[in-house]
């Protein structure tokens, strides 16, 4: 006869409560499948009850309960948020597909706040913006000061891009100049010491760019803005100008890191890319790297980040490049192509 409250046998270790057990476990696997999940957990934590601590049993148990748990805050959390996303949608209206975008990806949004203060800190030279505002009113009786304004940013961002690559690697540069026609341009005071450090510097303008582009395209499609899509399609075209691969350009300078194996791949990508878009500036990269493929200067060491960079900005410029504005918008649309050239 065993003691009141014992719930296993002490000489054979068999289970009291076995039977009963097995009944539960029957009874939890069923509601499980039915979706009553809160049920399920009712009877497993019952079942827990009738074992011993030090059994294997009621570990399993308890991590199986564990795991409900889990599942079960996972699914009010999931809920929280839908109504949180539908009662916001309705309040944000065409803005909210870009501020539950906002909210998901929190990190890059901090990160981008912790550049943004570099960005405004870059604004306090002088000569920065002196050349900005010279450039403004150009770019304002060309093509009108919302198109202007947003343009010039676009290119400022681009030029901080370099500059906080090259705080990065401990090297001392001028701040931004803006030349009206031309874009803007930067002064190293020190040279890179390695042509893997260079390219990273030459790239890290086109992926701010790309970044600024991107931002003026979720702005365009979420507020209908013709100007927005315009000025990204533009700055993206900019950028992909910038990444031909010959003399000072940022690709010219990206191409020092890359072997002929990844050269040739570069030139097939921009060659795809151009069939597939038919934006003109793969045409100019294909020829750049046609050019570079024969010089002597080809990297020996394979740089795989390089490259990958390199291709991941001809593909994601090349899409923002080929997106459609509305005519006329910006004045960019049916422009003579002299005055589209000053672009």
Known sequence: MLAAGVLSCPQCRTLVYAAE????????????????????RELWAKGLTLLPPESGQYATIQAHIEALDRAEEAARAEREASGFRARWTKRLGPLAGVAFLLWKFK???????????????GLGKLQTLLSMFVSLGVYWSWYGWGFALGFLLCIYVHEMGHVWMLRHYGLAASAPMFIPGLGAFI???????????????????????????????????????GVMLAIAKVTAALNLFNLVPIWQLDGGRGFRSLT???RILIAALAASLWLLTSVGMFFLILLGAGYRFYQRDAAVEADNGTFWEFALLLIALGLLASIAVPS????????PLADRARL
């Open 21 to 40: 057990l097995a009944n539960l476990a029957e009874e939890a696997k069923r509601a499980a499948e039915s979706g009553n999940g809160v049920r399920s």
């Open 107 to 121: 990190a890059f949004v901090l990160l981008a706040l912790s550049k943004g203060k570099f960005l405004v800190l």
């Open 187 to 225: 002064s190293l005071y020190k040279s890179p010491s390695s042509v893997r450090e260079d390219a990273r510097i030459g790239l890290a303008g086109p992926m701010w760019g790309l970044a600024a582009a991107c931002f003026c395209w979720v702005w365009g499609v979420s507020t209908g803005s």
């Open 260 to 262: 002929r194996t990844h």
């Open 328 to 335: 006329g918008v910006g004045g960019i649309n049916g422009l």
